[in-house]
Structure formats: C-alpha cells, structure tokens
C-alpha cells in the first residue's frame, strides 16, 4: 500500500563480504530513480559476524532501534561462522524476529532470451521466516553411545496460517492469475523431495512454492541454480508493517572483495521493496534495466560467463534506468 511520504527513510545494513559491494549497488539504482519515489534518506547501519568479532555484538541495540524508525530497509549478507562461536547467533535470523517480517519471498525468474518471450522459470518462493529449526533450540549432549546433537523444528498453527495467506494474497497477482478468490487457486500439497524433483524437470508448472523456513531456503537455492546464478535472486523479508530487501545469496567469502559481485540480486531486491511499498514504476524502471543489461548479455559478471567487474555492471544498469 502506497502513502503518501515527503521522504523515504531507507536503512543500510551491508553486514559481512559481499554484502558491502552490493548494498552500495542498491542504493545507486534507488538513488538513479529520481522523482519515481520521494526523495530517498539512507541511513547507515552496523551488523554482521565481523562487527561481532571486532565489538562482541552482531546486532547492536541501535540498529534495531533505526531500523523501527525506517520506512524499509536494505539487508546485505551474513557470514556463517564455519565452527561454532560462543556468544554469537545470526542477526538476520535475529532481525526478521524482532520486525516480525514472517515471510521471505523470493521470485527466480529466467531473462528470456527473446524480449518479448516468456521466461522459462517465473515462480516465487514464499518462506516462512520465523520458526521451522531456526528457533536455535538446541543442545548435544552425553549420552553413553556418544554425544548426541538435537535441535527443535518448530511448525505453529499461526505461523502456517499466516505464510499462507501471504501466498495466496501473491497467488491472486500472478500472471497466471487466478480468478480472484483465494478459492479458486489450485493447491498441490508436495513433500519436499519430489518438489524439488518436480522444480528441476518442469519449473513451469510451479507459480508459487509455499514451505517452512529450511525447505524454502533450498528449494530457492536450487531453484537459483536454474536461472543461472545465485547472484540474480532477490528476495523481500516482509511482514504486516515492514519491509527489508535482501539478496538470496550469502556473503559469499570465496569471493569477497575482488569486485566480481554480481550486483544484480542486491539490486533486484531494492526493486521488490519498493514495489511492496507501492512504487510500481520506480520498481519497473530498475527491473526493466536490468533485464536489458542480461539479455544484452556483454557487460556480466564471471558468475554469469562475463569478465565485467561490479561497477561495471551496475553502471550499465544506471544508465538505463
Ligand atoms: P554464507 O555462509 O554467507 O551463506 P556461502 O559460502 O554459503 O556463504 P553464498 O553467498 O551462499 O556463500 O554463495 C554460494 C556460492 O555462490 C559461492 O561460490 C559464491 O561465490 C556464489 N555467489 C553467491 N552470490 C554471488 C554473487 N552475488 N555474485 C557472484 N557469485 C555469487
Ligand atoms: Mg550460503
């Protein structure tokens, strides 16, 4: 729903890797918009695994308390610490708690190669982002056999009720669209493993995949591997109040400050914010600049089979929006 604002108040939190290179992306493409959308006020903040290092905290008080007096926000990435640290959890898991944005959606859609086809992929995924094993009830413990390590999945009535209206209310705006009533989408109840069998023999079938929080995660990741690189995929953590974009991928280590980012999920995410708040045309203008650029397919980075750097790319996106 869009309203009226004189200003939009948009906090930035790179965090970790590559976040700090595609966050930067975002905000040039938002800023490349003009009067599409009141006139942008970034607000800097702090988070990540490497503050936890340098600080002891990986989300300070401070930064939740900016982001509650932000329209939207902007979300980088995470590093996961490859062992486990005493003291440290997630802040992203952390933040989609404390703004309660209960759904993660993320659409995989392939660029046709022809402008005016229909992509091959075009599917979202709705993830429920609250619950599932990311409830971080867990323990190892002694037993005489060895230790044994357990973890709680938590699944709630309310939270299911609530993804899934979120998806249905998605459902009825699809290009396949439904006729209007949330009676009239077809549900296909699937177990996981024959989803994602399904997903990669006929992505097409597929207009929205509904799933807890673990399973929405893979399935978008596979479905990422589809389209071609992870570096295209966006997502919104949404909920009743807020809404935070955020790249699918992670903060990718392997390549982090080569400037060989792709620069387009973290700027697809900018573009699904801003729709969510009601900025149809501004949202157009940065996705139609990017399907441009991939199709045109000359200024890419190597995840794509490009040799461009990121600002590259996202100068190539800045000049067509
Ligand atoms: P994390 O623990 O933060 O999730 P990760 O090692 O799982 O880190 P991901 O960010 O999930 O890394 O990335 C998985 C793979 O995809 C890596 O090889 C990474 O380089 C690649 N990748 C991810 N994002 C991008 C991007 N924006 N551009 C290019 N390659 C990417
Ligand atoms: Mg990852």
């Known amino acids: 729903s869009s309203v009226a604002r004189q200003s939009l108040k948009i906090g930035l939190v790179p965090a970790d890797g590559i976040g700090r290179e ?21 607000i800097d903040l702090l988070a ?47 933040l989609r708690k404390e703004l309660d944005l209960y759904a993660n959606i993320r659409p995989v859609v392939s660029v046709a190669a022809n402008p005016s086809g229909k992509p091959s992929v075009d599917l979202v995924v709705v993830r429920e982002n609250t619950e599932c094993l990311y409830v971080k009830q867990e323990t190892i413990i002694a037993t005489e056999n060895g230790r044994e390590a357990r973890a709680t999945r938590l699944i709630t009535e309310r939270a299911s009720r609530r993804i899934g209206r979120m998806a249905f209310e998605l459902a009825l705006t699809r290009p396949r669209k439904e006729p209007g009533k949330f009676d009239d989408v077809t549900i296909a109840e699937q177990l996981v493993d024959s989803a994602v069998y399904r997903l990669f023999r006929e992505p097409e079938i597929y207009d929205i995949m509904v799933a807890p929080n673990l399973y929405g995660d893979i399935i978008s990741d596979a479905a990422a591997a589809l389209v071609g ?55 157009d203008r940065i996705d139609n600049a990017v399907d441009e650029v991939v199709r045109q397919g000359t200024v890419l980075t190597p995840d794509l089979g490009g040799k461009s750097k990121t600002h590259e790319v996202v100068d190539a996106i800045i000049k067509r929006i």
């Open 22 to 42: 595609v966050i930067p992306a975002a905000r040039t493409a938002i800023e490349a918009l003009g009067s599409d959308i009141p006139k942008p006020q970034f």
């Open 48 to 94: 990540g695994f490497e503050l936890f290092t340098k600080t002891g905290t990986a989300l300070p008080e401070e930064t939740i308390a900016a982001l509650r007096e932000c329209d939207c926000a902007l979300f980088g990435a995470v590093s996961s610490p490859s062992k486990r640290v005493t003291g440290y959890s997630s802040p992203i898991v952390a």
């Open 229 to 283: 690189s992870l570096g295209l995929v966006p997502s919104i953590n949404a909920g009743d109040n807020f809404v935070m974009g955020e790249p699918v991928h992670g903060s990718a280590p392997d390549i982090a400050g080569k400037e060989i980012a792709n620069p387009i999920a973290s700027i697809r995410s900018a573009a699904l914010m801003l729709r969510r708040l009601g900025y149809i045309q501004g949202a």
